[in-house]
């Protein structure tokens, strides 16, 4: 195969974290060209063993893959990864295609995007939902923003990653449903941790509590998973809640832009903050219920 054509053919992907490497992983399976890069070794070296190539920079993926993906912790990351000597803006090649598929800014989405779109490429934004097990399995909820010409060139892999995938609208949309999609995550997690400590400080069986409000209008996906988990005590990570802050403070300075009034935000935001602060930012988010509970496990009866 020529050098081109291997090019062609490869994709590349940055940020080999919780989320990245099993997604790296899906993508070797299913029979890409993989060109990895991270700032761990190990999980290079896992994906090296399992039959990827290795990068040692962004600029050597952007020159050895036609198509990237980065899965990056945060906004400053992402931009540390494109803007920099050695990032993949300065060694983009005209019709390649970069796909961010962490969950950053929307508003600095949109320039990194048009920056791209300078170099004359093609530019996707599509933040997942479904934490690490949807990674694992392959079925995340993909919300993406692009061109409906980049987005069609990124389905393909999306579909190897995701089980729901959504063109949202153009650069940027994306992220802005990301952060929608955490707001809701959030302030309902908010919501099922005050009800079952209003449940447990009352004397009433909250697994009980929890079941009945399965029934009704009150029934959620984030009730059934999270409140179970806040019976259970079991706040082993699924989502960090250190980085649920992390969204919170991207919504926060979002809705702020754009004159957005949020003020259910702010009471999780400030548990998140108070989880992080306290040493447990490490716990699943599910762990607010710790900050509201009064002292007794949720289903625990008195």
Excluded: C, W
């Amino acid at each position: 195969m020529s050098e081109p054509a291997a090019r062609a053919q490869t994709v590349g992907f940055i940020g080999l974290g919780i989320m990245g490497r099993p997604m790296a992983h899906n993508l070797l399976r299913a029979g890409h060209r993989l060109v990895v890069h991270s700032r761990s070794r190990p999980p290079v070296d896992e994906l090296v063993a399992a039959g990827a190539l290795r990068a040692a920079s962004p600029a050597e993926v952007a020159e050895a893959a036609a198509t990237v993906i980065t899965m990056l912790p945060d906004t400053p990351d992402l931009e540390s990864v494109v803007e920099g000597p050695d990032g993949l803006l300065a060694h983009v090649h005209a019709g390649d295609l970069v796909v961010d598929m962490s969950t950053v800014d929307p508003l600095a989405t949109r320039r990194i995007g048009a920056a791209f779109g300078e170099r004359g490429a093609g530019y996707v934004d599509g933040p997942v939902s479904g934490g690490e097990k949807g990674a694992i399995e392959g079925t995340l909820s993909i919300m993406a923003g692009g061109s409906e010409a980049d987005f069609e060139r990124a389905r393909p892999l999306f579909e190897v990653l995701g089980g729901t995938i959504v063109h949202v609208g153009p650069i940027g949309a994306g992220q802005v449903t990301k952060a929608a999609n955490q707001l809701v995550v959030g302030v309902t997690i908010e919501a099922v941790a005050e009800a079952l400590a209003l449940a447990a400080a009352a004397g009433v069986d909250a697994v009980k509590v929890r079941q009945a409000l399965l029934g009704g209008f009150a029934a959620s996906r984030v009730l059934e998973v999270h409140g179970q988990r806040m019976l259970d005590g079991a706040f082993a990570p699924g989502f960090r809640a250190r980085l649920h802050l992390k969204d919170a403070r991207i919504i926060e300075h979002t809705a702020a832009e754009l004159g957005v009034p949020t003020p259910a935000l702010a009471v999780a935001l400030d548990g998140f903050r108070a989880l992080a602060d306290s040493g447990r930012g490490e716990l699943d988010h599910s762990a607010l219920y710790l900050l509201r509970s009064v002292g007794r496990p949720a289903g625990e009866e008195t």
